[in-house]
C-alpha cells in the first residue's frame, strides 16, 4: 500500500489543501514523449481503418504540457483542442516543448519505443517515422519556417487563438458549433481516471464528426497505489474511498468490459481492440470486484479505436 497516495487523500479532507495536490501529471513535459505519444496513436489508428489525416485533433487529459497536440500541428493538423478537468500545462513549459519537437520533426526521428519509456506497453511493428501516413507535402507545410513562427506566437501567448490552440476545462459540456467539430481524439493512460466514464464516452460522442475516431491506450494497473498491479480491485470500498478523499479524480477502477460496453451505448463503434495482458497478482478481490471475467482480470492494459459511424453506415 502506498502510504504516501494515502495521506494525501486524507489530507484532502482539510480545507484549502487540495488545490496543492494537483501540481504537475507527469510525462508531457518532455518533447520526445509527446512526439512518441503523437505519432504512436496516428499509426495505430491507421492500422485500425481510419484513412485520412485528421484535420482537428483533440487531447483528452494533457498533461503538464500540451506537447501532443503540438506535435499533431507540426505534422499538419490544422487545429487542436485540449480536453481537460484541471489546467495542468504552463506557457514555458509549452515553449520549450515546442522548440524541441520541431527539431524532432525535422530530423524526422524514429518513434521512441520501450528501451527509452518502459511505461509502454504496445509494440509498433516499426519505429520509422511515419512519412507515409502522414505526406511529404503536409510535412512540408506543417514545418514551414513561417507557420512555425506563428505556432510559437500562438504557444507564447503573444497572440493566442482559439481556432488554432484550444484549452477546454470542463470538456464534458458540449454544445454550439462543439458538436461534431474534432477528427480524432486520443487519450493516452487517461480514461482510467475518470471519475463518469459513461459522460466521458458521451462526450466524445459529442465531439466528433460523424466519421471521426477516438484512440484510447488505457492502463489498468493500479498506479503504484498497491504492491501488486491488481492491488486496487483487491482494495475494500472504505479504504478506497480514503485514497480518493475529496480529489476530483484517482482512479476509476473499471475494467476493460466497462470501458466497451459504455463505448457502445454512446453510439462508437469499436474498430480495435488490443489487449496487454499479465498474470493477476491480488488473490482476493474487494466484493465489488469478483465479477470480474478471466480475460479482464488479466488485463493491465488496452488499447481502444473507436468511429462514429456516418449516418447510413
Known amino acids: 500500500m502506498n502510504f504516501r497516495q494515502l495521506s494525501y487523500g486524507l489530507l484532502s479532507f482539510l480545507p484549502g489543501v487540495p488545490d496543492s495536490l494537483y501540481k504537475g501529471t507527469g510525462g508531457t513535459s518532455s518533447a520526445e514523449y509527446c512526439y512518441c505519444i503523437w505519432l504512436r496513436h496516428l499509426v495505430l489508428a491507421r492500422q485500425g481503418g481510419m484513412q ?7 487531447e483528452l487529459g494533457p498533461g503538464d504540457s500540451i506537447g501532443v497536440g503540438l506535435a499533431a500541428l507540426l505534422s499538419g493538423a490544422q487545429r487542436y483542442v485540449a480536453l481537460d478537468a484541471l489546467v495542468h500545462a504552463d506557457r514555458a513549459n509549452n515553449l520549450r516543448v515546442f522548440d524541441d519537437l520541431v527539431t524532432l520533426f525535422i530530423c524526422r526521428a524514429p518513434i521512441p519505443g520501450r528501451d527509452i519509456f518502459p511505461e509502454i506497453a504496445l509494440d509498433l511493428e516499426s519505429s520509422a517515422f511515419p512519412i507515409e501516413l502522414i505526406g511529404e507535402q503536409r510535412l512540408r507545410d506543417g ?4 507557420r512555425v513562427a506563428w505556432l510559437r506566437r500562438i504557444v507564447s501567448g503573444e497572440c493566442p487563438d482559439p481556432g488554432v490552440i484550444d484549452y477546454r476545462t470542463p470538456w464534458e459540456r458540449v454544445g454550439g458549433a462543439d458538436a461534431g467539430s474534432i477528427d480524432f481524439l486520443l487519450s493516452n493512460a487517461v480514461m482510467e481516471h475518470v471519475s463518469d466514464l459513461e459522460a466521458s464516452y458521451l462526450a466524445t460522442t459529442r465531439w466528433l464528426r460523424a466519421g471521426g475516431y477516438a484512440s484510447h491506450q488505457i492502463d489498468f494497473r493500479s498506479h503504484s497505489l498497491f504492491r501488486a498491479w491488481d492491488g486496487h480491485w483487491a482494495c475494500p470500498d472504505w479504504l478506497w474511498a480514503l485514497f480518493v478523499g475529496r480529489r476530483g479524480y484517482l482512479l476509476n477502477r473499471q475494467p476493460l468490459r466497462a470501458h466497451r460496453t459504455l463505448a457502445a451505448i454512446a453510439g462508437l463503434m469499436e474498430h ?3 489487449r496487454i495482458e499479465r498474470a493477476p497478482e491480488s488473490q482476493r478481490l474487494a466484493k465489488r470486484f469478483r465479477h470480474i ?5 488479466a488485463t493491465c492494459g488496452a488499447y481502444l479505436l473507436l468511429h462514429k459511424s456516418c449516418v447510413g453506415e
Open 52 to 58: 485520412e489525416f485528421p484535420a482537428v485533433v483533440a
Open 143 to 146: 514545418l514551414n519556417v513561417e
Open 272 to 274: 480495435r481492440c488490443v
Open 293 to 297: 471475467e478471466a480475460a479482464d482480470r
